[in-house]
């Protein structure tokens, strides 16, 4: 029984015999090209210097161009023509990898089922977005189909070469529970967070509070709100980080289980605070901790 090749036309259209009925196929195609369309892919087919697969390549971007505008049948019918052997190929190579025995030609029917299902996804900037475009549509199509004989303990794809998969939106009633109570409980803990907030600020000198203010809620520059406090831009840099690590530590020492012991800051106009806003020189050993002792002790 003689062997029958289903591509033989394809085999037929490339290379240098194959120009004229390719050209001609174009102008058959003419009607449902667009303006010009019809001589850039001439000049592509006549171009000597190109190999085969490069006038295939380039070929099939423009026709699968003119499919996703027009929906020719025509240009589709082309498009499988031209692609289908080396798509085939690829096709029983990826089955061969996965010790498949599924007939290359049933998933290559697939392949093209796609290529035609999905053309608003095709993107014609590259002369070659055809091949790259259809040969990940290929690898797509295996790996699904394997999957559906998966399920049915026929086969198995290694997790490293599934797709990744879109998540679903279904919500179950018992998910929607939890989520609901996430949110609450989330909101919770975000109130108390801001309550030990508020509560550890308003336990800071006026000047710190001032400092945090128009540094974390009026968005002012380090620079601005150490002109409007009138001290220096050091000092300010200092007041700023002490007054969030007194809040902080306060915070930590209430979820430790402890005392928040946080106290505002000196009068900025006695002791050793003065030294510092006079000199410019932070004074090491007045940290939180410290500056709350020799204010307790005063």
Same mark, same amino acid.
């Given at each position: 029984?003689?062997?029958?090749?289903?591509?033989?036309?394809? =085999? *037929? %259209?490339? $290379? +240098?015999?194959?120009?004229?009925?390719?050209?001609? #196929?174009?102008?058959? %195609? /003419?009607?449902?090209?667009?303006?010009? +369309?019809?001589?850039?892919?001439?000049?592509?087919?006549?171009?000597?210097?190109? *190999?085969?697969?490069?006038?295939?390549? /380039?070929?099939?971007?423009?026709?699968?161009?003119?499919?996703?505008?027009?929906?020719? #049948?025509?240009?589709?019918?082309?498009?499988?023509?031209?692609?289908?052997? =080396?798509?085939?190929?690829?096709?029983?190579?990826?089955?061969?990898?996965?010790?498949?025995?599924?007939?290359?030609? @049933?998933?290559?029917?697939?392949?093209?089922?796609?290529?035609?299902? !999905?053309?608003?996804?095709?993107?014609?900037?590259?002369? @070659? /977005?055809? #091949?790259?475009?259809?040969?990940?549509?290929?690898?797509?199509?295996?790996?699904?189909?394997?999957?559906?004989?998966?399920?049915?303990?026929?086969?198995?794809?290694?997790?490293?070469?599934?797709?990744?998969?879109?998540?679903?939106?279904?919500?179950?009633?018992?998910? $929607?529970?939890?989520?609901?109570?996430?949110?609450?409980?989330?909101?919770?803990? !975000?109130?108390?967070?801001?309550?030990?907030?508020?509560?550890?600020?308003?336990?800071?000198?006026? &000047?710190?509070?001032?400092? %945090? =203010?128009?540094?974390?809620?009026?968005?002012?520059? !380090?620079?601005?709100?150490?002109?409007?406090?009138?001290?220096?831009?050091?000092?300010?840099?200092?007041?700023?980080?002490?007054?969030?690590?007194?809040? =902080?530590?306060?915070? #930590?020492?209430?979820?430790?289980?402890?005392?928040?012991?946080?106290?505002?800051? &000196?009068?900025?106009?006695?002791? /050793?605070? *003065?030294?510092?806003?006079?000199? $410019?020189?932070?004074?090491?050993?007045?940290?939180?901790?410290?500056?709350?002792?020799?204010?307790?002790?005063?």
């Amino acid at each position: 029984m003689k062997a029958i090749d289903p591509f033989a036309s394809s =085999h *037929a %259209l490339l $290379g +240098e015999a194959g120009v004229p009925s390719l050209l001609e #196929r174009i102008e058959q %195609l /003419a009607g449902d090209l667009e303006p010009g +369309e019809k001589e850039r892919i001439g000049g592509i087919i006549t171009d000597r210097a190109r *190999a085969p697969e490069s006038v295939r390549d /380039a070929v099939s971007t423009r026709l699968m161009e003119c499919f996703r505008l027009t929906q020719s #049948r025509g240009a589709f019918g082309l498009l499988y023509e031209l692609n289908g052997p =080396h798509l085939i190929i690829q096709v029983a190579a990826r089955l061969r990898r996965y010790g498949s025995h599924v007939e290359p030609g @049933d998933v290559l029917q697939e392949v093209f089922f796609n290529v035609y299902r !999905y053309p608003y996804r095709f993107d014609a900037t590259r002369e @070659d /977005a055809f #091949r790259v475009w259809s040969a990940m549509i290929v690898r797509n199509t295996v790996l699904k189909y394997l999957r559906s004989l998966s399920r049915s303990g026929r086969a198995e794809v290694p997790y490293e070469d599934l797709p990744e998969q879109p998540e679903t939106n279904e919500v179950t009633p018992l998910g $929607g529970v939890i989520e609901s109570e996430s949110r609450e409980e989330c909101a919770r803990v !975000y109130l108390n967070y801001l309550q030990l907030y508020l509560q550890f600020y308003s336990m800071l000198s006026d &000047r710190e509070r001032r400092a %945090l =203010h128009l540094v974390e809620v009026e968005e002012w520059s !380090y620079r601005q709100t150490a002109d409007e406090l009138e001290i220096k831009l050091e000092n300010l840099k200092m007041v700023i980080f002490r007054a969030r690590r007194k809040i =902080h530590r306060s915070m #930590r020492r209430v979820f430790d289980g402890l005392s928040p012991d946080c106290r505002p800051a &000196r009068d900025p106009g006695s002791g /050793a605070s *003065a030294v510092e806003e006079r000199s $410019g020189v932070p004074v090491s050993s007045h940290d939180l901790t410290g500056s709350v002792e020799d204010a307790s002790s005063q």
